[in-house]
């Protein structure tokens, strides 16, 4: 059995008030080139059509996760958490859109077993009007985590990361 599918990659997306940009999220990740076994809409009590617009996709893979109250980004990460089942836990923010190997670049770089855990660059598309439009996000890349020229930690991007689930639970 390869390595790819003796893990279970559950994708988290925390989600609030996502409606017009959860889509392109979902598409992109569904059309990743390794399929993650589920998906998890974390809705944090958005206000607009964000679940509905999540039921449309709703299968064996993305599921809605609904919080009861509203709880910020960071809760709604840790509640994916406690409700995935994955063994690798993939972020992504609902307003990125993942490239077509992102899933398979943050699994390759897993092989290693000292690998616990990653995360990439976000590029922002602007437009004059827009700014939030578009954000793709890059597959992960390996950089140390302080930059030797000026000694401050790079961009820390929380919707483009991944751990090992047994961290990320012991860590919270």
């Known amino acids: 059995m ?6 279970k990659i559950s994708v988290i997306v925390p ?20 399929k993650p ?3 998890l809409v974390v809705d944090d009590h958005s206000a607009d059509g964000t679940a509905v617009a999540v039921e449309e996709y709703k299968n064996r893979i993305v599921k809605l996760v ?15 958490i406690e409700a995935a089942s994955g063994t690798l836990l993939f ?6 859109v993942a490239a077509p190997d992102w899933i398979e670049r943050g699994v390759e770089a897993f092989r290693n077993a ?3 855990g990653l995360f990439g ?30 000694d401050k ?6 919707g483009n990361v991944a751990y090992r689930a047994e961290v990320a639970r012991r860590l919270g």
């Open 91 to 96: 972020f992504i923010d609902s307003d990125c």
């Open 121 to 150: 660059a976000i590029y922002y598309e602007r437009t004059p009007c827009q700014i939030r439009e578009k954000i793709p996000v890059n597959p992960f890349y390996h950089s140390p985590l302080v930059n030797p020229v000026n």
């Open 66 to 80: 609904k919080m009861s109250s509203r709880s910020g980004a960071g809760a709604a990460r840790n509640y994916g």
């Open 153 to 158: 930690f790079p961009d820390f991007a929380a």
């Open 2 to 7: 390869s390595f790819e599918h003796a893990q």
């Open 15 to 34: 989600a609030c008030n996502a409606e017009f940009y959860i889509a392109r999220c979902l598409d992109s990740l569904l059309q990743n080139t390794i």
């Open 37 to 39: 076994f589920e998906i």
């Open 114 to 116: 000292d690998v616990i």
